[in-house]
């Protein structure tokens, strides 16, 4: 049973700092890529990052980069984003999700529950 | 950047129905790069459709996509009072790599 679950959300001060994780079951992490979607109160889904299977290859949203880092411990079994520099609008429930297949094209099959973060003085 | 807008916002249909929900690129999506989910509330998405019209495992045939270059659509057949949720359109490839459409809330009545 495949299963993601995502730990490290809370409030944190703008301008402040907050590392996400996401522990994953089920399937060889090490052979899919993973990414981090993220969803303001309220509104629509925003996909922010996301890193190879190695996390060798890592790319970012525009809205979040130089700001957020991703990364992943394949021995760990664990995918994690960094958030430096958090500002109000980065309040979120942030998912963590698996490809659906190795390789592209990338679809979001399996997700994790969520976890919220969010940013207020 | 690639646009995806959604039409319309929000639908209200009866059980039974069939309804088709646009999904609009703001340039041609290259080899129909595109995934359709559904989302209820207080839950995370769920992959319904990829690669425009596949179905991922465990989707009822009720749910089919189709489309090509800018236009795509999901169509629901046979509607369940379960089928009402927020559905989402996402394209890969573009830039930024994925985006998603805004939305569309279907209600059944």
């Known amino acids: 049973q495949i299963q993601l679950v995502e730990s490290g959300g809370g409030v944190v001060q703008p301008g402040g700092s907050l590392r996400l994780s996401c522990e994953v079951s089920?399937?060889?992490?090490?052979?899919?890529?993973m990414h981090w979607v993220r969803q303001a109160p309220g509104k629509g889904l925003e996909w922010v990052a996301v890193t190879s299977g190695e996390g060798y290859i890592k790319i970012y949203a525009d809205s979040v980069k130089d700001r957020f880092a991703i990364s992943r411990d394949n021995s760990k079994n664990t995918l994690y984003l960094q958030m430096n520099s958090l500002r109000g609008e980065d309040t979120a429930v942030y998912y963590c999700a698996r490809d659906l297949t190795i390789g592209a094209p990338d679809y979001l099959e399996y997700w994790g529950q969520g976890t919220l973060v969010t940013v207020s003085s | 950047e690639i646009v995806l807008t959604q039409s319309p916002g929000t639908l209200s249909l009866s059980p039974g129905e069939t309804v088709t929900l646009s999904c609009r690129a703001s340039q041609s999506i290259s080899s129909r790069y595109v995934a359709w989910y559904q989302q209820k509330p207080g839950q995370a998405p769920r992959l319904l459709i990829y690669?425009?019209?596949s179905r991922a495992a465990g989707i009822p045939d009720r749910f089919s996509g189709s489309g090509s270059g800018t236009d795509f659509t999901l169509t629901i057949s046979r509607l369940d009072p379960e089928d009402s949720a927020l559905y989402y359109c996402q394209q890969y490839g573009g830039s930024p790599l994925l985006t998603f459409g805004g939305g569309t809330k279907v209600e059944i009545k």
């Open positions: 690669d425009a019209s």
């Open positions: 089920g399937f060889t992490f090490r052979t899919f890529d």
